[in-house]
């Protein structure tokens, strides 16, 4: 007769609730990485105003009450896009990309506001990376998601600002306009203007981070990969000075977005 083998130790309930936690956190992780790669906000951590506050920041920036009416489409869609610009690259670790964290910038109208052009240099190279030419690739792939994102923003700025002025000249049209009602609209065009010039303020400053990081790079670890990205780098550089945006922040004038 064989030998009965002895009954196995029950775990204890500690080490088992331990387990379970462990287990139930990493299969928490997993879904929020199925559901966006690493550097985008998980759709699920959005709200559709979620980038609202650029707007009143802005306009608070200035000394200037922010408006209380509703966001266009259009307006949503141009804070949404602003926001990818006005965010400094690289500057969130991948889990807070995945699970929606960022802290509002301020806007640079604030006078404590200090542009660090070796920031994102600095980030790229202290990273381990497998090998130096990955930090070549990190920098060109930055550049060349600026380049990708220009045009779609630029578009959407004309089209707020064409719809601004429409909205500027309904002020003689509109009966029984109310003080606050006239306030408001306002104050959201000084809100679309700043947003617009808040971006391009933050493209020249890319523009200086990664010409940094790329002189960095070179004096490091020098590659033939370098007239590449410098080439990026310029083509983002000419592509902002050719827009030739203008951006009158006054009291009785919408944007007015050049569509060149």
Request: glycine share 4%; with cysteine.
């Amino acid at each position: 007769m064989p030998a009965l083998s002895a009954p196995r130790p029950a775990r204890p309930r500690r080490f088992r609730s331990l387990f379970t936690i462990a287990i139930t956190i990493a299969a928490a992780t997993l879904g929020g990485c199925a559901s966006g790669d690493f550097g985008r906000t998980r759709d699920s951590a959005k709200s559709d105003d979620m980038h609202r506050w650029l707007g009143a920041e802005a306009n608070a920036s200035r000394g200037l009450a922010p408006s209380q009416f509703q966001l266009t489409e259009l307006e949503r869609q141009l804070r949404d896009q602003a926001y990818f610009f006005i965010e400094p690259p690289r500057s969130r670790p991948a889990w807070k990309s995945v699970f929606g964290d960022y802290q509002p910038s301020p806007a640079p109208w604030r006078q404590q506001v200090a542009f660090d052009r070796t920031g994102y240099g600095r980030l790229l190279i202290d990273e381990p990376h497998r090998s130096h030419m990955s930090r070549y690739n990190v920098l060109m792939d930055d550049v060349r998601n600026d380049l990708t994102r220009f045009e779609p923003f630029f578009i959407t700025a004309a089209r707020v600002s064409d719809l601004d002025k429409k909205r500027h000249e309904a002020f003689k049209l509109v009966s029984g306009m109310t003080p606050r009602e006239r306030d408001d609209a306002l104050a959201r065009m000084k809100e679309n203007a700043a947003i617009v010039q808040w971006a391009e303020i933050a493209l020249e400053q890319r523009v200086a981070l990664y010409q940094w990081a790329l002189q960095r790079l070179v004096l490091q670890t020098p590659d033939n990969m370098a007239a590449d990205a410098d080439r990026l780098i310029a083509e983002l550089a000419s592509r902002l000075k050719r827009r030739g945006v203008g951006v009158p922040l006054s009291d009785a004038e919408p944007a007015v977005v050049s569509k060149g």
